[in-house]
């Protein structure tokens, strides 16, 4: 059995009430059998009594044919066609549709009526048993026709209680798969970029050039350490006022480092400045 839904196709079927419209494409179902050469035997019901099957009462406790089925199809609607129709009688005796599934197992049970009293009363492979088997066949295609057309408008109009997923919930879904597509790309990206990298020496190089640049930086602030020369030993002796007078010091800023016995190279005398000694306190106090 399909599934139509989150229910089954008969629980569909069973929770949808014959309107108008529907019973227009039901009538249009039992045409179709009506047309069908095998179904001469089934268009009226069994005359029971003229073919001295006295038992048949016993055996079919619900008699039906296309007649009948029609006859309460149009009961159920109140079509004003009832009046003229030969199987009023019965179809008021069995009442109205309640659901379209009912409509359905009313056609399903003529064909098996017939397997019934064919096994009991008939040889199983007469041509009466073969022509209820083929009709059989032919009513269960015309039925999934039907619901292969109607079923979707069923479901919109809210006469099945077949439910759809949400339309928010596949949206997120999508959204998802969409976000979790370009997370991918982009992680692919970058692990591109770094094989690109690898290969052509560019990551080698900026690594090189970061240890050529730190360790420059720090010997420069090894060799700052040593640059503060103090120059001018003399000033401030003799000549009386001398003492109150603010010593110099020649301070190296270039980076080239001192000779032996505390000389400047020739480098080191063309970039150093001279300042006050109190200067050279804040200065490498910094």
């Not at 196709?9 to 179902?29: C, P, R, W």
């Not at 009046?83 to 409509?103: D, I, N, T």
């Not at 030993?233 to 001192?258: C, P, Q, S, Y």
Request: charged share 30%; glycine share 10%.
């Amino acid at each position: 059995m399909r599934a139509v839904g989150s229910r089954t196709e008969d629980q569909v079927l069973a929770a949808t009430k014959i309107t108008q419209s529907i019973a227009t494409g039901l009538l249009e179902v039992i045409e179709s059998l009506r047309g069908s050469p095998d179904s001469d035997n089934f268009k009226e019901p069994v005359r029971w009594k003229e073919l001295g099957l006295d038992e048949y009462p016993l055996m079919i406790k619900r008699p039906r044919d296309l007649g009948t089925v029609e006859a309460r199809l149009l009961l159920t609607v109140k079509s004003k066609k009832l009046k003229k129709h030969p199987q009023a009688g019965r179809a008021k005796e069995c009442g109205r549709y309640g659901s379209v599934l009912e409509f359905f197992n009313d056609i399903e049970q003529i064909w098996q009526n017939c397997l019934t009293c064919g096994a009991a009363f008939n040889d199983v492979s007469s041509d009466i048993a073969h022509s209820a088997m083929r009709m059989r066949a032919t009513s269960r295609t015309r039925k999934d026709t039907w619901i292969h057309k109607m079923v979707p408008e069923l479901v919109k109009d809210g006469s099945s209680p077949a439910t759809a997923a949400t339309p928010s919930t596949s949206s997120e879904k999508e959204s998802e798969t969409l976000g979790n597509g370009n997370k991918s790309s982009g992680a692919k990206r970058k692990s591109g970029e770094k094989s690109k990298a690898k290969k052509d020496g560019t990551e080698d190089k900026r690594k090189r050039k970061s240890r050529t640049a730190l360790e420059k930086s720090k010997a420069g602030k090894d060799h700052s350490n040593h640059l503060f020369i103090e120059g001018n030993n003399n000033d401030g002796v003799g000549g009386g006022g001398g003492r109150n007078k603010k010593r110099k010091m020649k301070v190296l800023t270039g980076a080239e480092g001192t000779a032996a016995d505390g000389e400047l190279t020739e480098a080191g005398k063309d970039v150093f400045d001279v300042c006050t000694y109190d200067q050279f306190i804040l200065f490498a106090a910094i």
